[in-house]
């Protein structure tokens, strides 16, 4: 039998497919990611040191992985590895910052109060409450970079209140998901931060180039509400009564949403200025959120015990995951398996550089139904970054920007994983939203409430993919003025 398929794949190849199988499957067996990684793992690393040795004779040219191939030298240098580039990475130690400012502003009130403030706004204006949910979707898409904290807020928060004006129960909780999602494409995403880490490009370049598509994404959401409101009126009810919206509304509005975008302003403008690092400016950003919540007289050592610990727990979560990640990669990679999934994914389309790299986007597609974001840039960004600088893409950086290609493919990445986790039937968004919404609300209506933001995520992706300049352009005006 193994030589019936030796035909046809090296022991090798058939290695890597095992090692990405064996790894789903442990996944749907309800393993943890980080407990999968490990110990499919050392399955393998046990497999090459005991069972494969014996053919080394009969089979000397195709394998690689032998005894001489790991050693347990090799496994003890790998702990230096691991705690060197991540401990001690200056990008990734932004990460807890970023989580605390997130889980500050969610813990602060800041956007219960945006919340009740914009709706006086825009309550004159059919569909008012869905533009609302869309703006502070936004907002808290660049406060937080965390797609289930802004979902399930958005939800906790606006759900009732669409439901309490008669609004469509799809159109409700689709404006919900969608407007969750953009918290991983929105800078300051963490999803971001670790990108840049794992592609070795810089972190400002990433922030600005996510810039105009998470904003092109949250404009075509707004108009396609507007419209729809237009369209089919009896789906979001205009007020009964619209009283007039004087000063008072509007200073109450700005004295809600000024704060958080001055907070945002002050994160992203350090970085983009260069007058801070990525890291200074999650400190400031942590900072920040804390003083927000205090103004707001939210701050109390309960708000500040719960914040601290969910972000050590989600800090170790990420952290966790990289650890056996970089553990499956450096296996992965002695059964050659970085060269195989090159060879595999360049000759899928004979080399033609825009197909493949629309064939690496379905699979990020696919691959989002099963994984988490987490999973996806940290196991195979890496992995398919030789193959985007081999292709001749000739992206425009404007010459300013380093590996605009790069650069480009990310945001690409992003706008697919954030398509992803809004469509059916796995996306991740829907089922943070089924969590917190009320029993009427089912698994269909969400269904069918995204079904049209879907539409809108993949023009938008397709905007992106046909003009680069969207991403590419910021970062080089930044830094060639």
Known sequence: ???????????????????????IVMLFRGVPVAMALVGISLIFVLIAEFFLDPFRGTFRDIIEFDRTGIEYQKLQALSGRLFGSIVKNPVLVALPMFIFMGLM????????????????????????????????GIILAASTGVIGASVTLLGVMALPQMMNQNYSKPIATGTIASAGTLGILIPPSIMLVIM????????????????????????????????????NPNAMPAPEKSEHVGWPVVKEVLLAVVPPMLLILLVLGSIFAGFATPTEASGLGAMGATLLALANRKLDLKVLATVSRSTLNTAGYIVGIFLAANFFAFVLRRYGGDEIIEHLVLNAFDGHPYLT?????????????LLDWIEITIIIMPLMLPVILSLDLAINGFDTVNDPSVVWFAILVAVTLQTSFLTPPVGFALFYLKGVCPPGVTLGHIYRGVIPFVILQLTGLAIVFAWPELVTWLPAYAYGN
């Open 1 to 23: 039998m193994l030589s019936f398929i030796g035909q046809f794949l090296t022991l090798n190849e058939i290695a890597v497919i095992f090692m990405f199988g064996g790894f």
């Open 105 to 136: 502003l969610d813990q602060s009130g800041v956007a219960l109060r945006m919340m009740q403030s914009m709706q006086k706004l825009f309550r004159g204006l059919r569909g008012g409450l869905s533009l609302t949910v869309l703006l502070i």
């Open 196 to 231: 840049s880490d794992q592609l070795a490009i810089s972190l400002g370049d990433l922030f600005m180039g996510a810039l105009f598509p998470g904003l092109l994404l949250g404009a075509l959401y707004i108009i396609f509400i507007v419209i729809y409101g237009f369209i």
């Open 357 to 369: 790299v629309m064939f690496i986007l379905f699979i990020v597609f696919l691959l989002g139904f």
